[in-house]
């Protein structure tokens, strides 16, 4: 079931936090319990074959755990056993989503390619099952690694389907979760409630009214371009620009709402999002989007290739990447080829698709290009001062351009589409506005062409949809700012006093005004439940 959905805010949580308080009571053991039960109704509610998908799985992951913990508790152990139960546990976990998630893209590869004519085939994809692959080998690596050394059934159940972040995360390790469990209290606690309470109506404001909102106005336009029309610069670059806000506060809602949930019954999840568009580079733009994944990515895929790559080099005699002047080889070879494994990787988990893939590679580019920035071109522009004054505002429009780019290839449904809007955002589908408004232009009407398709008064409400929108979220404080007197996330501090922000005043506290104003933005929520609505990361 959604978040944002009646039968999960009226009868569900309800539900859930009610029986997890009345069983704390009595012990921590039944409460817990009662939370993975809750996990599980949450997870087969859409569709009850998904547990029976997910299970088996699940258990099988358990049993690999038990035994790598077996190997690590026996101090003569091969360690060559050990990697191979790794190994086995990770091909595993990858064989599975590559069944469920991409069996029908790989035949479609193949009758590209080769000229094959596989049938392709309608295989049921689980909820979720991306983020619980990548938790489950993130889980088995810290076993092999000892950073994980004792886990019971109950407590490994509990850290794979703890339904807050079950579907799309974040991405959480063990080590980090389940000390805060085995220390709950399961009774009511005022201020967490407070907290997990707004940022959950917080987080279901920005999905149900903000993301949704835009959403009616973006869909229709690569809905048109996917039937192969040619799309003008203006809409062009309004599907480009909505799109990543409606995907920016539809993912932004539901970390929101994770951590909201989460906090309900004590527990702080990690932080996820930090106002990407803010970012001033790419770079910075990803330990700000989807941090937990960036985290898993870098982690466990771009460090030990690194780490492998530079080992071989070394025994070679060849330098590495460290020091000030890195090598053209060592910068290609250590830091170009690990970025585009590693982003394609991130691509191919996003979608099965080409265009995924596309988008994955794009950013891995993006990343190269802001590397050899940093790398190379202080040797040349020496003058740091005048570097920094004059890149500072052009990083974050170059980024907040590549980024919106790159979302036409995520969002679109079909190659078409994004071959149509792509050349819509360069002027090749011409630079047309409503008669209505080429109309009032006098001078400047022999630059635009008018034209009777584009209506004028969506023209200006999908104009003022994605300025409001952009306002958020490049100039006000996010949720984690506002709320970081009562750590919202793991982590997640309040500013320094020595630089307070000119919006401090906007800092929620558990007040009269603050209650009066999440009423407000509940009443605009219950007013829009209801409508067709889907959570964009839900699908991953």
Not at 43 to 51: G, K
Not at 62 to 71: K, P
Not at 238 to 244: C, E, I, L, Q, R
Request: charged share 15%; hydrophobic share 55%; proline share 6%.
């Amino acid at each position: 079931m959604l978040f944002n959905s009646y039968e999960f805010i009226f009868a569900f949580l309800p539900a859930v936090l009610a029986g997890f308080f009345l069983l704390g009571q009595r012990s921590r053991s039944l409460a817990l319990g009662w939370i993975i039960a809750a996990s599980l109704v949450f997870y087969a509610w859409w569709r009850p074959l998904n547990v029976l998908i997910i299970a088996p799985s699940i258990l099988v992951n358990y049993v690999l755990a038990r035994w790598l913990l077996r190997l690590a508790a026996d101090e003569g152990r091969s360690p060559v056993a050990a990697r191979l139960v790794l190994a086995l546990g990770i091909a595993f976990n990858v064989a599975f989503l590559g069944y469920f998630k991409y069996v029908d893209f790989l035949l479609t590869v193949a009758n590209d390619l080769v000229g094959t004519r596989f049938v392709l085939t309608q295989v049921i994809l689980p909820l979720g099952i991306s983020f619980i692959t990548f938790q489950k080998i993130a889980f088995l690596v810290d076993v092999h690694g000892r950073r994980v050394t004792s886990f019971t059934l109950r407590d490994y159940g509990l850290f794979v389907l703890f339904f807050p972040q079950l579907i799309a995360g974040p991405i959480v390790h063990y080590r980090e979760m389940m000390p805060q469990f085995h220390q709950v209290s399961c009774r009511p606690d005022r201020e967490n409630l407070a907290v997990g309470l707004a940022l959950f109506v917080f987080g279901l404001f920005k999905k149900v009214v903000l993301a949704d909102g835009i959403a009616e106005h973006v869909s229709p336009v690569y809905d048109f371009a996917a039937g192969g029309h040619p799309v003008s610069f203006f809409p062009a670059w309004f599907a480009a620009v909505g799109f990543t806000l409606q995907i920016y506060f539809d993912f932004s809602g539901y970390t929101d709402m994770a951590l909201g949930l989460a906090r309900l019954i004590g527990i702080k999840l990690p932080a996820n999002f930090n106002s990407p568009l803010k970012s001033g580079n790419i770079i910075e733009f990803w330990l700000r989007w989807h941090m937990t994944l960036t985290r898993f990515l870098t982690a466990y895929l771009y460090n030990p290739l690194v780490l492998w790559l530079t080992r071989r080099r070394m025994a070679r005699g060849l330098p590495g990447i460290g020091g000030r002047n890195p090598s053209a080889g060592a910068f290609f070879q250590l830091l170009v080829l690990p970025t585009l494994v590693t982003m394609f990787v991130s691509g191919v988990w996003h979608g099965a698709g080409y265009l995924f893939i596309l988008w994955g590679l794009l950013h891995g580019v993006y990343l190269c290009v802001n590397h050899a920035w940093r790398f190379f071109v202080p040797r040349i522009w020496t003058d740091k001062d005048a570097r920094e004054r004059i890149m500072g505002p052009a990083g974050f429009a170059l980024t907040f351009l590549a980024v919106a780019v790159a979302m036409v290839l995520f969002r679109s449904p079909n190659v078409t589409a994004a071959k149509e809007l792509l050349e819509g955002m360069i002027g090749l589908g011409g630079i047309n506005l409503p008669r209505s408004i080429h109309a009032h232009l006098g001078p400047l009407a022999g630059v635009f062409s008018p034209s009777a398709q584009l209506s004028g008064r969506e023209f200006a409400i999908s104009g003022a949809w994605a300025a409001v929108l952009l306002l958020g979220a490049l100039v006000l404080p996010n949720t984690l700012e506002l709320m970081a007197r009562f750590e919202p996330a793991l982590g997640v501090r309040p500013r320094p006093a020595a630089s307070p922000s000119p919006l401090r005043f906007l800092d929620w506290t558990p007040t009269v005004p603050w209650a009066v104003a999440l009423s407000f933005l509940v009443v605009s929520v219950v007013m829009r439940l209801g409508g067709k609505s889907e959570f964009l990361y839900w699908q991953f």
